[in-house]
């Protein structure tokens, strides 16, 4: 079974995201044991979760099941587990359904929403991190037309067409331009009290600027974009008051009934087992070897993990960085088995990559900066050779060349009751 | 606006199903304003409900936004409502947000599972009408195998590795054949502690055959198929209780954890507004040119509606008697508008088809049986015809071509946390 004679190594990985499922991959044909636990039965391709917020894609065609991914490796296990916490000493993760111990333990569980001390907003204002939370965000972005399209309240009515989406980061632009696409174009004809067209969108930022990760030019030139599709950008403007009729930003109450959040991230919780430094997000500062202080058997990797460059400044939480970390403090502990030394991480920075709409985006790959429709096709490309599977990556084609044709959006759907938001 | 310079009828649809959906295409043309309410969103395509539940497809693959199949019409308008009820002297229907007036309606709000005065039942059993019953149904059908991985006591996990189908229509062989299939084949080498060929598909049913509604060669034929698959099919055999841990069936108590319900149907509850004769599962006895007895102004289709063939015989829940219903209704509506005389239903039957696995199917068409390859590359055709939207055709395709060159199914997704089967 294993290269050795001894019983092989059993590696623990909690969170099949980017960082534990690339891990789990590398470690599959190693002569170790894995056991890869994950409160989902599927991995998700978080990049493209606004698209079925928005109603672009499909839950399933963005997911693939863990085990499915990793059935062709037959030491590696896939348990759906809730994991409840880790006990460093006797190197075992306790779970909803008992324990399991560990020789190597990697934890890669990433981040959820944070809403600055404010939980009360979270039902107002849903994130968008998991499968549930864009069919939410969905939900209430149709039921609102649909409410629209019932009341005779003009007032209620402009308060049900408008939007507004919290924070400025890729997330909160790719929200806002879908938005603004599918007022305007998407559902052009299908209401008969109503005109689409009337919504309006607002992109509120409590910083200086639009995707404040990029290099300046773009994120300017993603706000020309968002203007010139509608989008109200504010920027300078913090949220001071969710409620279930708008928004209070800067002063100003906006009445909108639709609030999407996409401001900030905290870290999973399972971090607060790990001692160590931590950063104002909760992610747990590691060694260079993304190893935990004290701790050689346990690593993390991707969103939960504080990882800095060469300049000091915290690695950002995006797909590339999660996928690196998990391939690094995979081979780390295959060389710690086999007792040479490990090394430390590298970020290989390619670059960064948002979309705005059709045929828009803005895209920094290596130092060159790119926008417009150069730049969507860049970010088309990367985006459909890394989704996982093959059948969905042709079915995530064929939807998009759909969508480019015909401006509609292939999934609709609602469902659940219309009682919610009526 | 219209062909005469009255204001034109109004016609309200309540159910957007076969029978609605065809009839608010076939009046989307006539001088009438048309209002359709529903409580979903989307048109479903029942017939293909299955493969959504066993993880074949995707929901949104086989449901179209209402309002997007009818946006090119614009005296048609799409309501997102919940009816409560109808006030046949002032002739409104009363839904959640208010009430609306009509000139003349039509009901087609199809039918619901049934347990036979076991509504405890449903819970434990869940049935297949919805999207809902559907996602809830293949939740059941992963989560068991997740379970059973977890588990260490043999009992239990040969419970959760055991599936009943309650109910030999064509429902109740396509789930049964279905879930054969993906025991055998789809989750081949997904799992480590278990083998899903272990599990055993019972599909057990009160009559004395499968497919009570074929003709009797090709119910044997779909039998005999079906234990070649691994199913076993119990005939004869009445389910005296179901619990949380399985159902007694003739006196035997069977230790499944996932029972699935495809025994009966009963009529919507709203046809209980309607004066008139009722049958056993509360479907109303409708005229021949399929209006109420003293209401002329009111028409039922579809499922909810009792119309019997020239033998006198009810004819069945399926798909082209609620679309050639829906049609003949809406005809006979604007044949009253125009002061003419409604015409009786007739039904052109052109056949049955039911499909119980991979190149295995039964169909009748016209008086010519056919089964095997032949029978199930005739209800391939069929369907991929009758789906809605052109997108969504290719995208069925795609994925059906897909899994019979692979074996896998597309949309293995379970979208809530581990807790419920655990």
Redesign the interface.
Known sequence: MASNDKTPAHVVIVGAGFAGLYAARRLARAPVRVTVLD????HLFQPLLYQVATAGL????I?A?I??VL??H?RT??????VRGIDLDRQAVKY??GEIEYDYLLLATGARHSYFGHPEWEPLAPGLKT??DA?EIRHRI??AY?AA??TDDPVIRQALLDFVVVGAGPTGVELAGAIAEIARRTLR?????IDPAASRVFLVEAGKRVLPSFPEDLGLRAEAVLRRMGVEVQLGAAVEEVTSSGVRVAGEFLPARTVLWAAGVTASPLGAEIPGVRDRVGRVRVAADLTVEGHPEVSLAGDMALVVDEAGSPLPGIAPVAIQEGVCAAENILRAIAGRERRPFHYRDRGVLATIGRSQAVARIGRVHLHGFVAWAAWLLVHIMYLIGF??R??VL??WT?AYI?F?R??????????AA?
């Not at 296990?77 to 809730?82: P, R, T």
Request: cysteine-free.
């Open positions: 409160r989902r039965n599927h499909a839950p399933g065609e997911a099941p085990r499915h059935r062709g037959p296990q896939v348990l759906l587990a809730d909803d359904g499968l549930e069919t149709l039921l649909e399209e019932r004809r299908n209401f008969r009290n059948g969905n042709v079915a064929w939807r759909l015909t509609e292939a999934d609709r759907l609602i469902t659940r009751g219309p009682g009526a």
